[in-house]
């Protein structure tokens, strides 16, 4: 009984190494393409996909240029008072007028003229001043678009230190004409694509705290000085300055 059993066990070991051996243990081949997956991509549309978010961008600036040319400090002159309008002369009614005697009139006019200047006045009664040299702050405006200029701002520094030493008003802006040759007043409108020479009567600089803010040796009636602008077109700001300068001597009249 126990050789039979021997011999069943021993065929039964043999059966299993023959069956191993004709099994190859070789690594399974490499994978050609992707493994598809069980997951399907929403429609297009969809809330749940994701959505990219656009660049912001930026506004174009409107390209200005502006610049002092130059400034002139010298005095600030009273502003002219405006003409006014000479009533019209009424019209004849009709029928011959009579003829109009000057001579004894225009020389009564004279001799009151030459009485006056000589106590000072002019012949229209007004006081006679001295000639005045206005202080002036030249610029040079150049813009792509058509826009409202403004004067924001307006500063005095000390030009060796920098520092701001008091402010200023400027009025009365002007624009050149190169056709005319002279300045005419200026609605503060630029134009597209020109450059604009525009000037301002600049106003007796404020210099009272000028020891507290530039310092002491600071001098307040020669400087140097230079001008801080802020100016805008449409709200478009900047600030500019100017080169150096001082306070110019007033023009004396040699008698």
Known sequence: MSVRLASVLALLLAS?????????????????????SHYAPPPPGDPREPTAVPPIEAPAATNVKVAIASVQLLEDCPDPAPAAVAPSAPKPTGGVSAPIVRQEGDQAMSRSSMQKRMAGDTADGSSWRPPCSQSTVQLAVTSEAAGQFRIEGVRVLAARS????????????????DKNGTYTPWDERTVAGSELKISYKLGDPDLSQAEALAGNDFNTFSGPFMLELDVSVDGERQTIRSAEFTREPPHVMVT
Do not use: I, Y
């Not at 920098?162 to 004409?177: H, M, N, Q, Y």
């Open 16 to 36: 299993c190494a023959a069956w191993e051996s004709s099994t190859p243990n070789n690594p399974p081949p490499p994978v050609d393409g992707p493994v598809p």
């Open 162 to 177: 920098g520092k701001v030493a008091g402010s200023a008003k400027l009025r009365l802006p002007t624009l050149w004409s």
